[in-house]
């Protein structure tokens, strides 16, 4: 019996909280409604454009803080034209240094051709076959010797003197 009655009870909290729910999702649209009218009866009225900035509201400065100021201009100046040429003597100074590399290369490049045309101005004879020729252009030029780098020696490992089981 105390069962039925707390069913009983629980039906009737439902209904009564779905009626609470109902009745506030009603007010919700009547303030709805009613701020909707307010919003369409006020119209929103803007500011005209200015293109003039507003003026601040700091303090004049003195003349003095307007001159350090400039000299503060003056001096950024000074350094920022001290970086530049900086720049530009760096960039030359890689460019003369990228030149030489590239007359050095080419000096030993054309160092190689004049061996190899006087090494086939020995043969140049009018009475020296091809094939030879061929052979000589063909025989690997002699490397130079490295000196082979000693190995270090190995390190005997000792067997330990206690065994653990």
Known sequence: MGRKKNLENLDELCKIYEDDNQIQKEKEEETLD?????IEETPIELPPPTTAKPKSKRSQRSPKQI????????????????????????RAEAKAALEEKIVKKA???????????????????DDTPIEEIKEIVKKPRKKKEIEPVPEPPKL???PPKYLFF
């Open 34 to 38: 009613e701020s909707e009218n307010e």
């Open 67 to 90: 001159e350090t100021f400039n000299r503060a201009l003056e001096i950024r100046k000074q350094k920022i034209a001290e970086r530049k040429e900086n720049k530009e003597k760096e």
């Open 107 to 125: 000096v030993s490049i054309k160092k190689k051709q004049i061996k190899k045309q006087a090494v086939l101005d020995d043969i140049s004879d």
């Open 156 to 158: 005997k490992r000792e």
